[in-house]
């Protein structure tokens, strides 16, 4: 592999499943020091055996995007672990299948499912990003051309009109709207904030867009 993420300290937030544990794994294998995060210990600590079997550097931080207290715990103890935080990929969400038929039609939506979505793919990135950025514009040197970044990932389907998907699209829309006020914001101090808007993609996982 080309170490192009050589010793950079990345926060991967829900890299206990799915895409963000594939990009935990791709990160480690390019050089990068990883905090897999997410609820689950048991999935996360199986995601750091694996980069470290395999030659990487990763620790589990614990974090529940619901809870501002575990949001800055993460960002402190993931500083605190490796002195800094040059990428963040906030790639957690309340996903498009998860409750199955309750994400489904307006009709049909569920209020607990609904408080649970706003909670994380709305609040809980806005703190993910409030939390994160001091660290980030910390790590950040402009005038020696030394950037960190964010990077969210937004998903494709918001744009797409595909029925049935009030809950998740509603929820996941604000992620670009977010990237690029930040982006206005922090690009002069050194973060790059972007987004990748995903496509369907097949996981283990229970996130069918
Ligand atoms: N797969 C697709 O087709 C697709 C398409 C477009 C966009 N996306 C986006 O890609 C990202 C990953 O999706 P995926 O398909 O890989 O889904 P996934 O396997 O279900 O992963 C979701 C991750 O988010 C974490 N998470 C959920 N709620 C959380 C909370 N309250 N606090 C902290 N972590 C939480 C989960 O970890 P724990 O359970 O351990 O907390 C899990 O690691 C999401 O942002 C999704 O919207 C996916």
Not at 6 to 30: C, M, Q, W, Y
Not at 108 to 129: C, F, H, K, P, Y
Request: positive net charge; proline residues 2%; contains cysteine.
């Amino acid at each position: 592999m080309s170490q192009r993420l050589a010793d950079k300290v990345s926060v991967i937030t829900g890299s206990t499943s799915g895409l963000g544990a594939a990009t935990a794994r791709r990160f480690a294998a390019e050089g990068a020091r990883v905090v897999v995060s997410g609820r689950s210990a048991e999935r996360g600590e199986k995601v750091v055996d694996e980069i470290r079997k395999g030659g990487g550097d990763a620790i589990f931080l614990a974090c529940d995007l619901g809870d501002e207290a575990s949001v800055k715990g993460l960002i402190e103890r993931a500083v605190a672990h490796y002195g800094r935080i040059d990428n963040l990929i906030a790639n957690a969400a309340a996903t498009a299948t998860m409750g199955g038929e309750k994400n489904a039609g307006i009709l049909e939506m569920d209020n607990a499912l609904l408080e649970q979505s706003i909670s994380t793919n709305v609040r809980g990135l806005l703190w993910l990003l409030k939390h994160a950025l001091p660290a980030l514009v910390a790590a950040a040197k402009p005038a020696e051309r030394k950037t960190s970044s964010i990077v969210a990932i937004g998903t494709s389907g918001t744009r797409n009109g595909t029925p049935r998907m009030p809950i998740y699209f509603s929820t996941k829309a604000p992620v670009e709207v977010m990237v690029r006020s930040l982006a206005a914001e922090f690009g002069g101090r050194g973060v790059r904030v972007n987004c990748v808007s995903a496509g369907l993609v097949e996981t283990d996982s229970r996130c069918g867009r």
